[in-house]
């Protein structure tokens, strides 16, 4: 089996310094948006898109496991924060740890389902996991079927945030995402990342060496599963709603894209991707289906020419992880 | 007990399309290593095409069976030549999001000029009516659905597994590089394998399209409970996937009549349990 990505530089001080400072640069710039002009509401959806493609990030490009259903954390854990902040009436941090309990809950649930297989059969359960959800949101009562839950209160984060302030949405949206980025990021360099890669490189030689691998896929699919759930319950407050679209087969799709684009197995692909993508979306809005036409066209054009990514290219040619 | 029947036979037509998909799967993944995601898109279009026989150029029915699925075929030739052969060697993932983007292609093409309602497609004259059986009145039609995909599967099986050629091609999936040290023309095979796997599923096109109209995402949402299919039966045996695909579809239709709120969701769940019990499912052996 060849490998999915070619990061096999070894983790040196000097790599995790590069990193440090990429990672320091992106910070500044996302924190000096708001004084840019730039309009928030495109930064704060592209943000919980880029933690969402982190997450997904974690499973393909350092686990090996391509989840074809990652969408379905995200929407369960929107439509349970949703649901928690308007019938509720919780304040946003508890709503929060709502959906991302829930997240966590669900991906116990599929982990232990899906992780029996391997390879292409993960793909199509996970697939096939999100889809049975959909189905479940759609006869619901709590979800509302098609109209979504709308209209959710921003409220007061911690009683002093006012989220309905964009500014203050922003900051909190960032914080968040950071933290969960740093989280990802320690995860890959802990040893637990270490032993995902080396059942990604090569499971028989991983299982001979006396891990139970299939502890590790099951804990790095919990990991994700709850903090794409993280990025759906930060969603719910910038979108201010929670509806099926979130849990369809064609937003995990778009989770893939992004990570395609930015580079599969590379830290900062998936946040390139995700903004890559959502602009896009933003830009050809008008043109209709031409946009899945494009989205299409993007996957094959990757996959056939450009399977590093953005930022897996530009690594590849300083011969840096990034 | 008339509903219950009119279910049992609505399953027996969605078996055969969940049969003639998920061998199609089959026999492309035994030679192409790929999963072919763009399946439902290819059913689609086999949809398309017999519209556009009768519609535009007044071919009826009958040819629109032999000449979708040769047409269909030969556009997946085209797509295996000139995009799928060179991920050989390459992680099977690739190949899923290969055909995933093909897919999103065809089918966003096909929505922008066909919108997302359906189309008609009628039935062809000599198939319109029913018969009376006693127990349940049988429209001809959806009688012909069922055993004309039960020998299309059986005569695929046939071809698979008892004949030279199908020897030449088990061969060649388990190892293509003997068999190409044989004087056999593998890439060639590898074409047209694909190519039949697809025309199996323009096939099942064309014969939805009177029963289930024609739209351009009538194979998005299928393809996933064909997946679940596959998962359930496992890609190793070509009776299997054949079996499976009838099994499945007429439970659904079971669950149509008893709880029919679970009809969307029951092969998902059978795919869950399945997994629970057997994680190689029903057929396969381990991966």
């Known amino acids: 089996m060849t490998a999915l990505t070619d990061d096999t530089l070894p983790m040196t001080p000097r790599a995790m310094r590069d990193e440090m400072i990429v990672f320091v640069v992106m910070a500044l710039l996302l924190a000096s948006v708001p004084f840019s002009g730039i309009y928030p509401f495109f930064v704060m959806q592209a943000l919980c898109f880029a933690l969402l493609a982190c997450a997904f990030n974690l499973l393909i490009g350092y686990g090996g496991l391509l989840s074809f259903g990652h969408a379905m954390f995200m929407g369960t854990a929107g439509y349970c924060s949703a649901h928690a902040l308007k019938v509720w009436a919780l304040p946003p941090e508890l709503g929060i740890l709502v959906g991302i309990v829930a997240a966590f809950g669900l991906s116990l649930i599929t982990g232990y389902i899906s992780i029996r297989r391997q390879g292409i059969y993960f793909s199509m359960i996970t697939l096939a996991l999100s889809q049975l959800l959909y189905f479940i949101y759609l ?60 059942i990604r490189e ?7 060496l006396g891990y139970r691998t299939d502890q590790y896929k099951f804990l790095a699919f919990v990991l994700s599963g709850t903090l794409a759930g993280f990025a759906g319950a930060l969603k719910v407050f910038v979108a201010q709603n929670a509806s099926l679209t979130d849990v369809h087969w064609s937003m995990s799709g778009e989770v893939v894209l992004m990570t395609l684009v930015g580079g599969l197995g590379t830290i900062f692909g998936p946040v390139v991707g995700a903004f890559v993508i959502i602009a896009m979306q933003q830009y050809l809005a008008g043109f209709g289906q031409w946009v899945t036409v494009i989205q299409g066209s993007i996957f094959v054009i990757c996959v056939l020419t450009f399977r590093r990514g953005l930022v897996g290219e530009v690594a590849h040619y300083l011969r840096r992880s990034l | 007990m008339q509903a219950l029947y009119a279910q049992l036979l609505v399953g027996l037509i969605n078996g055969s399309f969940y049969a003639l998909l998920s061998l199609g799967l089959a026999v492309i993944f035994g030679m192409l290593n790929i999963i072919n995601f763009a399946h439902g898109a290819l059913y689609m279009m086999g949809a398309f095409v017999a ?20 047409i269909v075929g030969i556009f997946g030739m085209i797509l295996e030549r000139t995009m799928l052969q060179w991920l050989t060697g ?15 292609i065809v089918q966003g093409v096909f929505q922008n000029y066909f919108g997302s309602s359906g189309l008609p497609y009628s039935i062809p004259d000599q198939l319109k009516g029913g018969v009376n059986l006693g127990f349940m009145f049988l429209p001809i039609y959806r009688g012909w659905v069922v055993i004309f995909s039960l020998v299309v599967c059986i005569a695929t099986w046939f071809l698979i597994e008892k004949t030279r050629l199908g020897a030449y091609l088990r061969a060649a999936t388990e190892n293509p590089t003997l068999v190409r040290a044989f004087g056999i023309n593998v890439p060639r095979m590898i074409t047209l394998t694909y190519g039949l796997g697809v025309g ?35 890609m190793g045996s070509i009776m299997g996937s054949i079996i499976t695909g009838f099994a499945l579809g007429v439970i659904e239709g079971l669950t149509k009549y008893f709880y029919p709120e679970a009809s969307n969701t029951v092969v998902f769940v059978l795919m869950v349990l399945v997994l629970l019990v057997k994680p190689t499912g029903l057929t396969g052996r381990a991966a």
Do not use: C
């Open chain 2, 90 to 104: 390459l992680d099977h993932l690739y190949g899923l999001l290969l055909t995933f983007g093909i897919a999103l």
């Open chain 1, 139 to 198: 006869q619901a009562p709590f979800t509302h079927g098609e109209d979504g839950i709308q209209g959710i209160p921003q409220g007061h984060m911690f009683g002093v945030l006012d989220l309905s302030k964009p500014t203050v949405l922003y900051y909190v949206v960032l914080v968040g995402f950071l933290a969960g980025f740093l989280l990802i990021y320690r995860i890959i360099n802990s040893p637990f990342g270490e032993v995902l890669k080396s």
């Open chain 2, 200 to 234: 199996l599923a323009a096939l099942a096109g064309v014969l939805s399209a009177p029963i289930n109209q024609v739209r351009p995402l009538m194979g998005a949402d299928l393809i996933i409970v064909v997946f679940a299919v596959v998962v359930i039966g496992g």
């Open chain 2, 51 to 70: 519209y556009f026989l009768l519609n535009l150029g007044g071919i009826s029915y009958w040819w629109a069976l032999l000449l979708a699925p040769i």
């Open chain 1, 202 to 208: 090569n499971e028989p030689r991983a299982i001979s």
